[in-house]
């Protein structure tokens, strides 16, 4: 608590903090659930394990969520609960968005239908940003801090949350990655989404993926991907989020958390 004071953190802001990373944790694990399509699993031993790891799962991220629940609702906060619910909402959403192959995995649009930033960005607004951004408002709000700094918090965290994920989607592309042959990766990604609007011929892969995204060839996809324009883009992409995110920083007084938060920026200009 004495390190909390020191730093500038209210203790409400730490008990915040824990809420989100619950809240995260538990729509993980509940992501881990898989659809037990009839006839998939003929063996009853192993259709008995996995309707265990179902539940498992199912009780695990409830047990989560429920005391993320009553962590929000000890900071006696009726506009912070409603905050923070909207963002469980977001998420809950970010789940429909798209086509999703049985297994509610993701997949491309179809050609045409939107365009690829627009596509991208809302997926992971709902699916990350919305939560980051609505955190970093809330602890604002704890703060006592008016609406328009409020709003400029949750733009900070929304566009440090798309710079982070836009890394994370070039990962598997970028040189000295440990990217082994045949390994799956997110075919919703920014490099595959920028590069199907620049090649829509790579559809006629992607789109064997519509009962399972395991009958995609994850190599054939990845060489392609990897020697056109969706990784430039994609770099792009995340430095424009990181540039954004930076502007909004500097509204905030000088001190060592804004110190601390920039830093974050720029290392993962570095990535």
Same mark, same amino acid.
């Given at each position: ?22 809240? =995260? ?9 898989? /659809? ?52 469980? =909402? ?13 297994? /509610? ?18 997926? /992971? ?62 075919? &919703? ?14 559809? &006629? ?53 804004? &110190? ?12």
């Amino acid at each position: 608590m004495e390190e909390d004071k020191a730093a500038g953190v209210l203790h409400s802001q730490r008990a915040l903090a824990e809420v989100t990373e619950m809240i =995260r944790t538990s729509h993980l694990v509940h992501k881990g659930m898989v /659809n037990i399509c009839h006839g998939l699993y003929p063996e009853p031993a192993v259709l008995n394990d996995m309707t265990f790891g179902n539940k498992i799962a199912l009780l695990s991220g409830d047990y989560l969520l429920a005391n993320s629940c009553m962590e929000l609702a000890a900071l006696r906060n009726q506009d912070l609960v409603e905050l923070m619910s909207s963002a469980v =909402r977001d998420l809950a959403e970010g789940e429909f968005v798209g086509r999703r192959d049985q297994q /509610n995995n993701p997949l491309p649009s179809p050609q045409g239908v939107s365009d690829a930033t627009e596509d991208w960005t809302l997926r /992971n607004v709902l699916s990350a940003g919305s939560l980051l951004g609505k955190s970093c408002q809330g602890t604002l709000k704890l703060a006592g801090h008016g609406t328009e700094l409020q709003e400029q918090g949750y733009k900070f965290g929304k566009h440090l949350a798309l710079a982070w994920q836009a890394c994370l989607d070039l990962e598997p592309f970028i040189a000295g990655s440990q990217y082994a042959s045949g390994s799956m990766f997110n075919l &919703t990604s920014a490099p595959v989404l920028f590069h199907l609007e620049h090649d829509p011929s790579l559809f &006629t892969e992607i789109d064997k993926g519509v009962e399972s995204v395991q009958n995609v060839d994850y190599d054939k996809v990845h060489s392609i991907v990897s020697k056109g324009p969706g990784i430039s883009q994609t770099k792009q992409l995340q430095k424009e989020h990181s540039q954004k995110a930076m502007e909004v920083l500097q509204v905030f007084r000088e001190s060592d958390a804004r &110190t601390a938060l920039s830093n974050i920026i720029v290392a993962m200009g570095d990535l």
